[in-house]
């Protein structure tokens, strides 16, 4: 087996996995009944679009409703809600994963379309950004931290840093980012209250870029702050483990320059335990991403759920759990490339 | 058996993580045992969400106590209580004092009776306030409705619900004021002002150059029965004082005594985390018990479903399900089980993997012990101090879950737990109204319970992992 | 100058939790140039510590309490270490540490790690040093292509070439073999065993081969040094030892716990433990094993007595 293979067949799991998933949540979403009511709405605007249309042509009411009923009876038939939802199912799945499921109840996008597949296509930016920023300085502060704790294992810095890691465990990611708006936003005034931008937005490419940073400072901080702590700890006990392996001490002996011990014989070696635990903690990081996005009200994917769970809204929530499964579906498969590239160990 | 216990307890009391842990353990259970049995929880959880119920108490209020740290007194919330009146006789009025030391005047001053009965004609109840200044006004008349045909002595009213008068929206209240201010402090004011600005103000201020300042002192308010025959009694009479300050903890939005709901959540969420935990982890270590010992094609589908369902993320699902099915508690736990169990299996399998090439198993299997006896004698007890620390070590996740869902509104919302009282919070802006007193201790109890529990597997590691041992670090 | 290698006086102890651990007591020995000297001994009596502390890679809570080796008249315990790993280190003495699979990175190719000390302690550019490390690979009976394979796609006795050819790229005059076969089978032990002494001839090395395996020794030694309790308890060329002459007591048990192919007798064992190297016993420190033992044993220590031609034992039955 190469490289080629373990990754084709990495790839079949996860495609499995999003299908599953898919399927699983397309199945409930017909047992409940609410596919029906999706269904019904998508009709229902169709209908009213339709009425809309001939209304010039036709005069005569009698005519009119009957024009509309027939219209609406193809509709359910074209749409299959007159048969039970199970027979439904193929093209159901095809619909959420196209996600042609209609029109928001109230959310919008920027431009004003209320169409589900240009309201997540907007927001879907903004939390890859939020999310993979975050990683990113979870990541390389973690490990620069934790390579240095490993250095002096025992120390006050590394128990500190272990009892840091416990807590953090136990601090809801949200509500640290709750009481971050009541610090710096309420009281100090230093960041604002949430979203992407200051409204109006500013006009100039490098001010607006400035904005948006502003604005990102506190639920980047709150993301990080959360998670660094075991990133930390992880790494320092990898890189512990490590450094006592005998190949370390041979590299060593042989007279290798030490900052190339490092590199090539700690950290490299650390690099695939190290990515395994950020690929174990990405499932974390997407819910962590919704409630932060929440509290922030930054206008990505997890604000719109919250929008679609307050708004009571099925196709929305429907296209959001498929798209966050296909996030991570992606994400995790992405890890698993570099995981491959970092670990001979694996390519056989 | 019993020896390994006690020689485990010596190695967690060791730790001193342990012994906080298990400190903050025992105050967790004992606050809520208090809650549990001292407050009236059903009462309380079945009406928490009915604003009737919360009507008397301030909006969005803080705790009482900042009057201890600001320089202007808040006005804390205060109800007077007359319970078991006698207005007959000579004795037919009875005196409610309160002394007003704030530098807020009240936001709504209300005259709540309970359970009238009379005999004779129909009383009218008449509340008169005298202010430390000696001067007094009418408040309030009250006329008690006659009797109905067929009723008979002695008569029965408000009695479902108390007969309640908002005083401070009185219109007969801020004429009688603008009399007063008229006759005794020469200030022309009109009962329609009085009416826009409150009455409170103008009962409870004192002209001074140009304004009205608080006027501090004993007020008394007399209720007295005229017109009346025969006997009165009411089970209780109530003024209420309406502040801006209440309680221990304030109050939110809708008016509810944050301290009973938080007290509310103690219960509750030890109640999810561990039953959830203990559940979970039974069935993961049964699955993986189960898989690890039988391999083969059992093992293989255990492990296969297990792989797929740790791929699934959690929160959306989650989301979807509660949504699907309905906020219920059962159903969260329930959707908590099923994405949840994957990862002890998997951890439990490769412990049972190891044991069962050790010899000693081997020698078992060689005697001829039924596989079901080596489960149980053999490989069970080795697994089970690894699975009780499962079990606390996950109960923190399962309380935070349940924390998020509620933020997010999908919480059970006839159960008061501390996520949900933060949801309100979040949804009603008091983040940035600086509502701190109903943002931070909710998080801060939250934190606290997640701690006891990653304290107490923290103090456990050692006597689970014995390699653990030793090391002085906790 | 003869001597490869001189050892005077070494004491090198551990600080353990339990105690000073006094792994290598007072040693002194000297290898000659184009010598094999195998150093034999069970786990425990110091003979790994002796090899780390040549090489100078001894673990952090040990310390060389006393004592100097000498390679090419030059002192080398009291260099920096820094200065000894650039002008020693690899390059005139080198090692294979025990357990050949831990001695490779894995997420290296093993080419590159031999190449390695070429390049950044020898100077040389990559491509000089590639082909270096494939004329080793060669060296070592293996494919030049070897070079681009990854640890784990070598088997246990490809490896342990492997570690051979890199310990020897900069054409170290000592090579110190620490158990190199202990982990394998019996085949590849002789595979291994036969390479090491094809080695020693084409590249005139001189090679301390640690084991515990008596009966290896004696197929590649030319001098046999036996420890005990981090002491030298014989020390003669093989013919000696492992014949008639007159030996240690403990060597005499080492013989006799041998098993034959063919033949009546039963292999010994022996009886007890190896000594605590934290408070051995007082006097001779095999004395509670040994079956000769009286009183002098048990509470004076012998000193190396002579016993013939280049021979020693530490044993009052040799000598007063």
Redesign the interface.
């Known amino acids: 087996m190469g490289i080629y293979t373990r990754l084709a067949l990495k790839a079949l ?2 495609i ?2 999003l299908f ?2 898919l399927f699983f ?1 397309v199945v ?2 017909g047992a ?1 009944g ?1 596919s029906d009511r999706v269904l019904s709405s998508i009709i229902n605007e169709e209908v009213r679009l339709y009425r809309q249309s001939i209304a010039g042509q036709i005069h005569d009411t009698q005519a009119l409703e009957e024009a509309v009923a027939k219209y609406r009876r193809e509709l359910i038939r074209s749409y299959g809600l007159d048969r039970p939802w199970y027979e439904r199912l193929p093209n159901m799945l095809l619909r959420v994963i196209t996600l042609d499921l209609g029109r928001a109840r109230l959310a919008q996008t920027f431009t004003g379309s209320n169409r589900i597949s240009d309201i997540i296509m907007e927001r879907l930016p903004n939390t890859v950004i939020l999310v993979s920023t975050a990683i990113a300085i979870n990541f390389l502060i973690g490990i620069f931290l934790g390579v240095r704790i490993a250095t002096r294992p ?1 120390s006050r810095l590394d ?1 500190a840093a ?2 840091l890691s ?2 953090s ?4 990611t ?3 980012g ?2 971050f ?2 610090i710096f ?3 100090l005034k230093f960041f604002p ?1 949430g979203g992407l931008y200051s409204s109006p937005p500013p006009s100039e490419p490098l001010l607006r870029a400035l904005d948006v940073i502003w604005h990102a400072a506190l639920p980047i901080s709150v993301l990080v702050i959360v998670n660094v702590g075991l990133t930390i700890y992880v790494t320092r006990t990898i890189v512990l483990n490590i450094a006592q392996e005998d190949f370390v001490q041979v590299a060593r002996v042989k007279g290798l320059p030490e900052n190339l011990v490092n590199r090539r014989y700690i950290m490299r070696v650390a690099a695939p335990p190290i990515l395994t635990n950020i690929i174990l903690g990405l ?2 990081s ?2 962590g991403a ?2 932060t996005e ?2 922030f009200t930054w206008p990505g994917m997890g604000t719109l ?2 929008e679609a ?2 708004q009571s809204d ?1 196709a929305l ?2 296209s ?2 498929y798209m ?2 296909l996030v ?2 992606v994400a ?1 498969f992405i890890l698993e490339v570099l995981y491959i590239v970092v670990d001979p160990r694996v390519r056989i | 058996m019993s020896i390994k216990l006690e020689g485990g307890f010596k190695i967690f009391w060791s730790t001193w993580t342990g012994r906080v842990g298990l400190a903050l353990l025992i105050i967790l259970t004992g606050v809520s045992l208090y809650t549990v049995t001292a407050l009236p929880v059903a009462e309380i959880s079945s009406q928490w969400n009915n604003p009737q119920y919360w009507v008397d108490y301030p909006k969005s209020g803080p705790p009482a106590w900042v009057n201890l740290f600001s320089e202007k007194k808040l006005l804390e919330t205060t109800t007077l209580i007359a319970s078991s009146v006698q207005l007959s006789g000579n004795t037919k009025s009875i005196d409610l004092l309160y002394d007003y030391r704030a530098d807020t005047y009240p936001s709504y001053l209300t005259l709540a009776v309970e359970k009238l009965r009379y005999t004779g004609t129909p009383p009218v109840l008449v509340l008169t306030i005298v202010r430390p200044d000696g001067y007094s006004v009418e408040a309030a008349r009250l006329t008690v409705p006659p009797p109905r045909p067929g009723e008979s002595p002695p008569i029965l009213r408000f009695e479902q619900a108390p007969e309640r008068i908002l005083i401070s929206s009185s219109d007969e209240f801020a004429r009688n004021l603008a009399q007063l201010y008229g006759d005794r402090f020469d200030m022309l004011v009109s009962p329609n002002r009085i009416l826009q600005e409150g009455p409170q103000r103008y009962l409870m201020g004192t002209p001074r150059e140009d304004s009205i300042t608080p006027l501090n002192g004993v007020y008394r308010f007399t209720l007295t029965a005229i017109q009346s025959t025969g006997e009165t009694s009411i089970e209780r009479v109530r003024i209420l004082i309406g502040g801006e300050a209440y309680g221990v903890m304030g109050t939110d939005v809708i008016g509810r005594d944050l301290a009973t709901g938080l007290l509310l959540g103690f219960p509750i969420s030890l109640f999810i985390g561990v039953i959830t935990s203990v559940i979970v982890t039974g069935i993961g270590a049964t699955l993986g018990l189960v898989s690890g010992y039988m391999g083969g094609r059992i093992d293989n589908i255990i492990q296969r479903l297990a ?2 369902v740790n ?7 989650l ?3 509660v ?3 309905g906020a219920k508690l059962w159903i969260i736990i329930f959707a908590f089980v099923a994405f949840g169990w994957p990862g002890l299996t998997i951890v439990t399998r490769s412990i049972v993997l190891q044991l069962r090439e050790t010899q000693f198993i081997e020698s078992a299997r060689a005697v001829g012990a039924s596989r079901l006896r080596i489960l149980a004698r053999h490989i069970f007890p080795h697994i089970a101090p690894f699975i009780i620390a499962q079990i606390i070590f996950f109960t ?1 996740s399962f309380i ?1 879950l349940e ?2 869902l509620s ?4 919480g059970d919302p006839s159960l008061p737990t501390w996520g949900q009282i ?1 949801e309100l ?2 949804r009603s802006a008091a ?2 109204l ?1 509502y ?1 007193w109903w ?2 201790p ?2 801060i109890l ?2 606290i319970t ?2 006891t529990f ?2 107490i597997s ?1 103090g456990l590691e050692p006597v689970v992992n014995p390699r653990v041992r030793g090391r002085t ?2 | 100058m003869n001597e490869a290698l001189t050892v005077e006086g070494l004491k090198v102890y551990y600080r353990t939790e339990k105690g000073t651990v006094r792994a290598v007591d007072d040693v002194s020995f000297s290898l000659a140039r184009g010598e094999s000297l195998a150093v034999v001994g069970e786990s425990g009596s110091g003979k790994s510590t002796l090899g780390l502390t040549l090489i100078r890679a001894l673990p952090a809570n040990a310390s060389i309490v006393s004592g100097r080796v000498y390679i090419n008249g030059e002192e080398i315990l009291s260099l920096s270490l820094s200065d000894f790993r650039r002008r020693y280190s690899w390059r005139v003495i080198s090692m294979v540490f025990q357990g050949a699979m831990n001695s490779l990175n894995p997420v290296l190719k093993v080419g590159d790690q031999i190449a390695e000390p070429l390049i950044y302690n020898g100077g040389a550019s990559r491509g000089e040093a590639q082909r270096r490390a494939m004329d080793m690979i060669e060296l070592v009976g293996l494919p030049r292509e070897f070079y681009y394979r990854y640890p784990h796609e070598l088997s246990g006795g490809m490896r342990q070439r492997i570690v051979i050819a890199m310990s020897l790229v900069m054409n170290p005059r000592i090579l110190i073999l620490d158990e190199p076969t202990s982990a394998l089978d019996v085949t590849i032990q002789a595979q291994i065993i036969n390479l090491v002494k094809d080695l020693i001839e084409k590249l005139s090395l001189s090679v301390m081969f640690i084991t515990h395996d008596l009966a290896l020794a004696s197929d590649i030694a030319d001098r046999i040094m036996v420890m005990y309790g981090g002491q030298i308890v014989e020390l003669g060329s093989a013919e000696r030892v492992l014949g008639e002459a007159p030996k240690h007591p403990y060597t005499e048990k080492l013989l006799a716990s041998i098993p034959r192919l063919r033949g009546e007798t039963i292999p010994e064992f022996i009886p007890g433990r190896p000594p605590d190297l934290a408070s051995p016993p007082p006097g001779c420190r095999f004395h509670p094993r040994c079956p000769y033992v009286f009183d002098k044993c048990r509470s004076e220590e012998p000193p190396l007595f002579k016993v013939g031609e280049g021979h020693v034992a530490r044993c009052w039955l040799h000598g007063e």
């Open positions: 799991s996860l499995l996995v599953g998933v949540v409930i979403f409940t609410l025992g128990r272990s009892f416990a807590i465990y136990a601090v809801p949200w509500w640290l709750i009481l708006i009541l936003a309420f009281y209250y499932a974390g997407i819910g919704i409630l929440t509290v759920f919250f769970i307050v099925e929530i429907l959001l759990v966050f499964t991570y579906v995790r | 792989d797929f791929n699934i993320p959690l929160l959306p699902i989301i979807f399900l949504f699907s099915f923190p935070l924390a998020a933020f997010l509104g999908l933060l919070g979040f983040v940035y600086g701190w943002i931070l909710p998080g939250i934190i997640s701690l990653v304290m923290l670090r906790a």
